[in-house]
């Protein structure tokens, strides 16, 4: 990993995959925000790779929201973030991608009340087009003693 105190990461935040001295490759994705925590990658269909992670201005401010960005099968360049989550209520953290067995996509991340974490709910997001659109949030919540999602 190359030090942050050598170069001025602003400057690379391009998304293009760049080849480091030691033989690995690395990128820095785009984003729009000064934060940026919790990236996590998932291999998509088609042999694309996506990211989700949460930023904004600080974790547990209600300007927190999830990102995704793709980089397509043999590509170079990590694609523009998509902003999946707009609460402007909670903080929604903590992102990660589950594929399930019938070919969906489901995003999963928490969501808190300007940083309690005492009201955290899990929400989803499903994208049945291996992460190009997605359906609307849902929340999960206990209703009078089932699990279900809202």
Same mark, same amino acid.
């Given at each position: 990993m190359?030090?942050?105190?050598?170069?001025?990461?602003?400057?690379?935040?391009?998304?293009? /995959?760049?080849?480091?001295?030691?033989? %690995?490759?690395?990128? #820095?994705?785009?984003?729009?925000?000064?934060?940026?925590h919790?990236?996590s990658l998932?291999p998509?269909? *088609?042999?694309? %790779? &996506?990211c989700?992670?949460?930023?904004g201005t600080?974790e &547990?401010?209600?300007?927190?929201? /999830? #990102?995704?960005?793709?980089?397509p099968?043999?590509?170079?360049?990590?694609s523009?973030? /998509?902003?999946?989550?707009?609460?402007?209520?909670?903080?929604?953290?903590?992102?990660i %991608?589950f594929p399930?067995?019938?070919?969906?996509?489901? %995003?999963?991340?928490?969501?808190?009340?300007?940083?309690?974490q005492?009201?955290?709910?899990?929400?989803?997001?499903?994208?049945?087009? *291996?992460?190009?659109?997605w359906?609307?949030?849902?929340s999960?919540?206990r209703l009078?003693?089932t699990?279900?999602?809202?």
């Open positions: 190359t030090a942050a105190t050598d170069i001025d990461i602003p400057s690379l935040m391009d998304g293009a /995959v760049r080849n480091r001295p030691d033989g %690995l490759r690395e990128a #820095y994705l785009p984003s729009p925000c000064i934060q940026n919790a990236a998932m998509l269909p *088609g042999g694309d %790779l &996506g989700v992670w949460f930023g600080q &547990g401010k209600s300007d927190i929201s /999830v #990102y995704f960005s793709r980089l099968s043999g590509g170079d360049t990590w523009k973030p /998509v902003r999946l989550s707009d609460d402007a209520e909670r903080s929604e953290q903590n992102p %991608l399930t067995p019938n070919g969906e996509l489901w %995003l999963l991340h928490t969501s808190q009340r300007l940083g309690n005492d009201t955290s709910v899990v929400k989803r997001r499903i994208s049945r087009d *291996g992460g190009r659109t359906a609307q949030v849902l999960r919540r009078r003693g699990d279900s999602w809202t």
